[in-house]
Nanobody
Framework: QLQLVESGGGLVQPGGSLRLSCAASGFTLDYYAIGWFRRAPGKEREGVSCISYSDGSTYYADSVKGRFTISRDNAKNTVYLQMNSLKPEDTAVYYC???????????????????WGQGTQVTVSS
């Protein structure tokens, strides 16, 4: 069974940090671009950050540039999203997705994914 499972979400105060993990099972992430997306209450899902499978190129939404870092460990079949300087507006359900045959820009901007995880809640509040 092909699965993506997110973990690492939780409640954090403004200015705090969290690291999300996206672990794949049933397939290897080696040839997939991986993206992190989020859906805040009352808003549409948006691409946060995406990373290519080949050259490590990345894309970040303007709202998270300089605060979030995406990385991948193909040996562990896992992708991470390090989130620093968190703000209340970062509160959302965060999803990871895997996609083939796409650029990181297309994946993030067009919300493209062949496989999706179930999501993990991130709440930034004092």
């Amino acid at each position: 069974q092909l699965q993506l499972v997110e973990s690492g979400g939780g409640l954090v105060q403004p200015g705090g940090s969290l690291r999300l993990s996206c672990a794949a099972s049933g397939f290897t992430l080696d040839y997939y671009a991986i993206g992190w997306f989020r859906r805040a209450p009352g808003k549409e899902r948006e691409g946060v950050s995406c990373i290519s499978y080949s050259d490590g190129s990345t894309y970040y939404a303007d709202s998270v540039k300089g605060r979030f870092t995406i990385s991948r460990d193909n040996a562990k079949n896992t992708v991470y999203l390090q989130m620093n300087s968190l703000k209340p507006e970062d509160t959302a359900v965060y999803y990871c997705a895997a996609a083939r045959l796409t650029t990181v820009q297309f994946m993030c901007i067009l919300n493209r994914g062949d496989y999706w995880g179930q999501g993990t809640q991130v709440t930034v509040s004092s």
